[in-house]
């Protein structure tokens, strides 16, 4: 099983540029999640969606926009990156029990730099 | 203001001794807590979790306990195992909200 893939795994940008980050799950889940990992901060939510067509803005969502393109796949768009941007950026995703979020799968993380 | 707070960014601890790494929350709304592990270049990935209905939660050589009146949680390591290296999250969500909030992370070195 694949889990959740995120692609690139590295990327290098110039302040200004654009940039797209794919998330895509194989395990059925209503939920996804894009995070921004920064030193001393912790895991920070950027935006999420509790389902297909559906998304809401998390902690940090300045800058960023999303697409839930289908159950998969979750993208999320640097429209014009800066330097403040740079961050590694984890998806995840998670299922449901009933009212219950279940634990989140995460990706291995895109590390992106912008100069 | 952050919500889920971990205060030591690191923790060193000799092989086979125990690992206790701490966790205080803000918001007495939380009910679900979980750990996660994180290794360098990896994604995090769930360790163990406990509900507000219960003050311990046990799975092997892993122990968390959470003390509600004080918004307190920790999770103890025993014993602790070079392995156990990496940085551990802590995390708080409401049931049945969507969203989670992560605390910074605690660093634990386990030296052989």
């Known amino acids: 099983n694949a889990g959740v893939t995120q692609t690139p795994k590295f990327q290098v940008l110039k302040t200004g540029q654009s940039m797209t980050l794919q998330c895509a799950q194989d395990m059925n889940h209503n939920s996804m999640y894009w995070y921004r990992q920064d030193p001393g901060m912790g895991l920070r939510l950027i935006y999420y969606s509790a389902s297909e067509g559906t998304t809401d803005k998390g902690e940090v969502p300045n800058g960023y926009n999303v697409s839930r393109l289908n159950k998969r796949e979750f993208s999320l768009r640097l429209e014009s990156a800066a330097p403040s941007q740079t961050s590694v950026y984890f998806c995840a995703s998670s299922g449901r029990e009933g009212r219950y979020n279940q634990p989140q799968h995460f990706g291995d993380g895109t590390r992106l730099s912008i100069l | ?112």
């Open chain 2, 1 to 112: 203001d952050q919500q889920v707070k971990q205060n030591s960014p690191s923790l060193s601890v000799q092989e086979g001794r125990i690992s206790i790494l701490n966790c205080d929350y803000t918001n007495s709304m939380f009910d679900y807590f979980l750990w996660y592990k994180k290794y360098p270049a990896e994604g995090p990935t769930f360790l163990i979790s406990i509900s507000s209905i219960k003050d311990k939660n046990e799975d092997g050589r892993f122990t968390v306990f959470l003390n509600k009146s004080a918004k307190h949680l920790s999770l103890h390591i025993v014993p602790s195992q070079p392995g156990d290296s990496a940085v551990y999250f802590c995390a708080a969500e409401k049931t049945s909200y969507d969203k989670v909030i992560f605390g910074p992370g605690t660093s634990l070195s386990v030296i052989p």
